[in-house]
């Protein structure tokens, strides 16, 4: 089992960074699957990025390539997301996610450990 916690959410202007962190405790954090979701106001929770447990291998939704980098430190058990280039619309709850499975990365429901989450206010 894995305990996350994220932390670096924040207000900012639109086109500004930021960087979330997700410290992850518990055993094997290195054999885990993770992933970044979102959730706006009155929205679904959505899939933002993923990475496996090499971290050559990266996932993203359509609305954040190019601008969203997911990378992780297995020695520091810590995931994080690098957002550029902010834009009102990424402005929600970004939480952290683990699994074992290496299949369903962009699937909320693969997932069964989940972060309290951090918010992002993208402000114009």
Same mark, same amino acid.
């Given at each position: ?8 959410? $924040?207000?900012?202007?639109?086109? &500004?960074?930021?960087?979330? #962190? ?9 054999? +885990?699957?993770? $992933? ?6 009155? *929205?679904?929770?959505?899939? @933002?990025? $993923? ?5 050559? &291998? ?5 609305? @954040? *390539? ?6 992780? &430190?297995?020695?520091?058990?810590? @995931? ?6 902010? *834009? ?6 970004? +939480?952290?996610?683990? *699994? @074992?499975?290496?299949? &369903? ?5 693969? +997932? ?10 993208? #402000?114009?």
């Amino acid at each position: 089992q894995v305990q996350l916690v994220e932390s670096g959410g $924040g207000l900012v202007q639109a086109g &500004d960074s930021l960087r979330l #962190s997700c410290a992850a405790s518990g055993r094997s954090f290195s054999t +885990y699957s993770m $992933g970044w979701f979102r959730q706006a106001p009155g *929205k679904e929770r959505e899939f @933002v990025a $993923g990475i496996r447990w090499s971290d050559t &291998d990266t996932y993203y939704a359509d609305s @954040v *390539k190019g601008r969203f980098t997911i990378s992780r &430190d297995n020695a520091q058990k810590t @995931v994080y997301l690098q957002m550029n280039s902010l *834009k009102l619309e990424d402005t929600a709850v970004y +939480y952290c996610a683990a *699994k @074992v499975r290496l299949s &369903d990365m962009g699937v909320v429901t693969a +997932y069964p450990y989940w972060g309290q989450g951090t918010q992002v206010t993208v #402000s114009s």
